[in-house]
Nanobody, 120 residues
Framework: QVQLVESGGGLVQAGGSLRLSCAAS????????MEWYRQVPGKQRELVAG???????KYADSVKDRFTISRDNAKNTVYLQMNSLKLEDTAVYYC??????????????WGQGTQVTVSS
């Protein structure tokens, strides 16, 4: 089995910073792309940022220059550094990873989500 566990969410004032972490564990052979998504009630889940196994990154326009995605392959962990947070960044944040398991299966795995609330 494979598990993704997120941490680092919480309540922060507008303009502040938070750092999210997502650690993958279990029967992992390798991890390809790792991504962060967010969702607010009544809206579709949206891609926030992604990072390839080689370190290439992509960002939603709404978070460019404020958020930074990174990964530690030795720890099977992806991070999201969020700076200059805005009220509209309030959401549940989910990580997703494309994982090849030791059983030679491949799939997309999701974390359970972590709440980020930005207050005025």
């Amino acid at each position: 089995q494979v598990q993704l566990v997120e941490s680092g969410g919480g309540l922060v004032q507008a303009g502040g910073s938070l750092r999210l972490s997502c650690a993958a564990s279990g029967s992992i052979f390798s991890i390809n792309a790792m991504e962060w998504y967010r969702q607010v009630p009544g809206k579709q889940r949206e891609l926030v940022a992604g990072i390839s196994s080689g370190g290439g990154t992509k960002y939603a326009d709404s978070v460019k220059d404020r958020f930074t995605i990174s990964r530690d392959n030795a720890k099977n962990t992806v991070y999201l550094q969020m700076n200059s947070l805005k009220l509209e960044d309030t959401a549940v944040y989910y990580c997703k990873a494309k994982i090849y398991t030791k059983s030679f299966t491949r799939g997309d795995y999701w974390g359970q989500g972590t709440q980020v609330t930005v207050s005025s």
